[in-house]
């Protein structure tokens, strides 16, 4: 549409002018572009400004409420060489690949088991998915009292099966604190992962799996080779969201650990948070947010070119 | 498939698992239920049988809704959802329909950005806009987290409106442009009203979305009386190193049931719109 229309002459009474307006109006790049413009600068003021800002921010030397001076990469270094940064890469790494594998098995199994006739099907269906639309700070908050150090209910039911008291400590202990968080986020990622993949599952066409057995293919066989492939696209998809999502995680884990045990649980998101909100580094903690940026755009991009190409 | 299992079979292959994954589904909500009807006494005896209650009590709600501003934030969070809620659909709309319908140059790079933008997590902006919001001087106004949610929900209502506009046929329009309606008018007297079911789930999505938001809502409101529930049940009933867990599970339970609610009337909207294959996980 590279056509402009004519310009008007001086001579155009003021009917014929409205009209040519309408019919301006009526071309598809000019209706498209005046219909976009309110959400395009509403985006670009709250999300692109401040995604820029942001960068400027992790190049300054910003203590909250002062100006900021231009230091260059200088809070890239101190990140760094900060041990602490280096643990909260790990630790995000860990958190995001272990529950993302988790969550991945967990909910094929559970759309498996969904998949199959039985009475009061959307019910539990309903109720499955409960922990992942109820809001997540006040599930955790349940969690930290299951887990709670002197009255969890695990520990009551593992005293009473003879471990010794006071039982194990699941938020104190690192490597405990860690299981703990990764468990709990899979809690509440599985359900969407098992409803996504079971709608998946309801798109194979029976007649595939007929074929499979009258060829002599095994329980396995045909899920390996008949139910897998097809739910390729619906897996690949999930995983991206959830990955993405899970990396820059932060209220859960602000909520039951705020990081701890010794920075233990400390991800990117929580740690930037404690940097910025808490020390009130405003340029170092951008800095801190910003590491994450490469991984995530590369998941974005992904993701954002393999949704376009369906 | 292959069907006609014995009974011990369909407890192997149906049950045991179901039964396992709704447990592991319900039990911290049970736990909640559970624990805010217990008194202080029961609460805190490590010798009595911590699944049921032995003796009920409502104590628990009754402090949560005198002694604490729970109620103002329930308001709060009710208020920002919907608000938030209704702008990100109208933005949305006027996102998704062009891009749905019209043939214009750069509409690949807009719905490319939608998407991407809609896969920014907030944990790469909140430092930015925690320093935009005080310079606004809009620091502890529920005007702060209306405008910040949106950031989230409008390239999300827009994708997923795209989604559900490009199934919608396009005969009505086309009779209707052809009958000499302006675009504009074809789309809100024609189009928009057939597309119900995708507000729907757009809309239980946002709402659901703005009533999780936990970041934002934790910097920029800091004042009791503008304060969501997530917010309020952590700084308030977390006082030091003192859990109030009778009214910490007491105000999870309340605070979870808005959603829940609106959930289970909707939940074939909420379910369609999971399976679009366009929500964050």
């Known amino acids: ?310 | 498939m292959v069907t006609g299992y014995g009974p011990i079979e369909r407890l192997v292959r149906l049950w045991l698992p179901v039964g396992f994954f709704l447990v592991l589904a319900l039990f911290p909500f049970y736990w909640m239920a559970v624990t805010s009807l217990k008194p202080n006494a029961e609460l805190y005896n490590r010798r009595i049988m911590p699944l049921v209650v032995h003796n009920p009590t409502l104590k628990h709600y009754i402090d949560l809704l005198t002694e604490t501003s729970f109620l103002v934030w329930t308001w709060n969070t009710m208020l920002v959802a919907v608000v938030s809620t209704a702008i990100s659909l109208v933005l949305g709309v006027m996102l998704a329909y062009p891009l749905a319908r019209m043939r214009f140059a750069g509409a690949g790079l807009i719905a490319m950005t939608v998407a991407a933008v809609y896969l920014v997590p907030q944990p790469l902006l909140f430092i930015p806009l925690a320093d935009l919001i005080n310079r606004l001087d809009l620091g502890n106004t529920l005007t702060a987290v209306i405008l910040t949610y949106p950031t989230m929900l409008v390239p999300f209502c827009a994708w997923l409106l795209l989604g559900y506009f490009k199934t919608v046929p396009m005969e009505l329009e086309e009779a209707a442009r052809i009958d000499g309606a302006g675009r504009l008018q074809t789309m809100r007297r024609i189009f928009l009203p057939l597309c119900t079911p995708g507000f729907i789930s757009a809309g239980i999505f946002a709402f659901t979305l703005s009533q999780n938001e936990f970041l934002y809502a934790l910097i920029f409101l800091t004042q009791s009386a503008v304060r969501t529930v997530p917010v309020g049940v952590i700084a308030e009933l977390i006082r030091g190193d003192v859990f109030y867990w009778g009214q910490l599970m007491a105000g999870a339970l309340l605070g979870s049931i808005p959603v829940a609610i609106i959930y289970s009337f909707f939940v074939e909207h909420y379910v369609a719109g999971l399976t679009s294959g366009s929500v964050k996980g």
Not at chain 1, 117 to 132: D, T
Not at chain 1, 235 to 247: A, G, N, R
């Open chain 1, 1 to 310: 549409m590279s056509i402009r229309s004519e310009p008007l002459t001086g001579s155009a009474r003021p009917t014929r002018r409205a009209a040519s307006l309408g019919v301006w109006l009526d071309r598809q790049s000019v209706f498209s572009w005046l219909m976009m413009a309110p959400p395009l600068l509403f985006l670009a003021a709250l999300v692109g400004y401040p995604f820029c800002y942001g960068i400027l921010l992790s190049l300054q030397d910003r203590p909250v409420a002062h100006v900021g001076t231009f230091v260059g990469l200088k809070n890239f270094m101190t990140d760094f060489k900060d041990a602490i940064f280096w643990r909260v890469t790990l630790n995000t790494f860990v958190y995001t690949a272990i529950a993302t594998v988790l969550k991945m098995v967990g909910g094929l199994a559970l759309a498996l088991a969904m998949n199959q006739q039985f009475p009061m099907k959307n019910l539990v269906r309903a109720l499955m998915l409960l922990p992942f639309i109820v809001p997540t700070v006040l599930s955790t908050v349940a969690w930290m009292w299951i887990l709670d150090p002197a009255f969890s209910v695990f520990n009551w039911f593992l005293i009473a099966l003879g471990v010794p008291k006071p039982g194990p400590s699941w938020l104190g202990n690192p490597v405990l604190a860690m299981g703990s968080i990764i468990v709990i986020n899979t809690w509440r990622g599985l359900p969407f992962y098992g409803i996504t993949l079971l709608a998946g599952l309801q798109t194979v066409p029976p007649e595939l799996y007929e074929a499979a057995t009258i060829d002599g293919a095994g329980g396995w066989q045909r899920f390996r080779y008949v139910t897998l492939p097809l739910l390729q696209p619906i897996i690949l998809i999930v995983t991206l969201f959830s990955v993405i999502f899970t990396f820059a995680d932060f209220q859960l884990v602000y909520v039951l650990t705020h990081g701890g045990p010794q920075n233990a649980t400390n991800l990117f998101a929580t740690y930037a948070f404690d940097i910025a909100m808490g020390a009130g580094q405003l340029g170092l903690g951008a800095s801190v947010a910003l590491t994450m940026l490469p991984a995530l755009a590369l998941l974005i991009i992904a993701l954002t070119i393999y949704l376009r190409r369906r």
